[in-house]
């Protein structure tokens, strides 16, 4: 269940620079966060998961589980 939950957080990521939600895992970075790709712009950073905020949508769906 916490895959999923991940998941669901991990796909609601979009470009810092552009907005674009197409965005790519580029390895950890040297402090262990994720770092993350824009495929559009190439724009390279880091999302921390615990700064992370929930959307309502994604509130509403892990209630439901
Ligand atoms: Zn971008």
């Known amino acids: 269940m ?4 991940a998941l669901l957080i991990l796909t609601s990521i979009n470009c810092p620079r552009c907005g674009s939600p197409n965005i790519v895992k ?3 970075t040297h402090s262990g966060n994720q770092n ?3 495929i559009y712009c190439h ?3 880091v999302q921390d998961p615990r700064h992370q ?6 509130k509403e769906l892990i209630s439901q589980l």
């Open 2 to 5: 916490l895959r999923i939950l």
């Open 26 to 28: 580029n390895g950890p």
């Open 36 to 38: 993350f790709k824009c």
């Open 43 to 45: 724009k390279q950073f």
């Open 53 to 58: 905020p929930i959307s309502e949508e994604t």
